[in-house]
């Protein structure tokens, strides 16, 4: 369990260099905003897995180089935690699904 988790983070806090790191404060491109739905399903798929919240903070707080977009992803983080984990695989996979598509709506409206 402990290497299934440290491969987990690992490959999240990675996806999160990348989003930030492609991130433009005066414009959010279509890959933009698909970076971003990619984020969102990866942490709630680590909600659905009852990963512990601090690891994907600390994951997080270790790649601050981008302020605003750290931000971002930690609220994202935090929301997904008030959601709550569901018992059945297709709930699981649901609520991930869900989850990316609000945060692409979200990105793909601002103009």
Known sequence: M????SSFISKI????IAAMLSVSAM????????DFKKVAEMIMD???????????????DRIKEKE???YLVRSMI?????????N??????????????????SCSSID
């Open 78 to 86: 935090e929301s997904a935690y008030l959601k709550p984990v569901y």
């Open 88 to 105: 059945t695989s297709k709930l699981k996979e649901r609520a991930v699904k869900d989850f990316g598509l609000i945060y692409y709506l």
């Open 27 to 34: 414009a959010v491109s279509e890959s933009q905003c698909r």
């Open 13 to 16: 806090t990675l996806f999160l």
């Open 46 to 60: 680590a909600r659905q897995a009852d990963l512990d919240i601090l690891d994907l903070i600390d994951a997080t």
């Open 68 to 70: 605003g977009t750290h």
């Open 2 to 5: 402990v290497l299934l988790k």
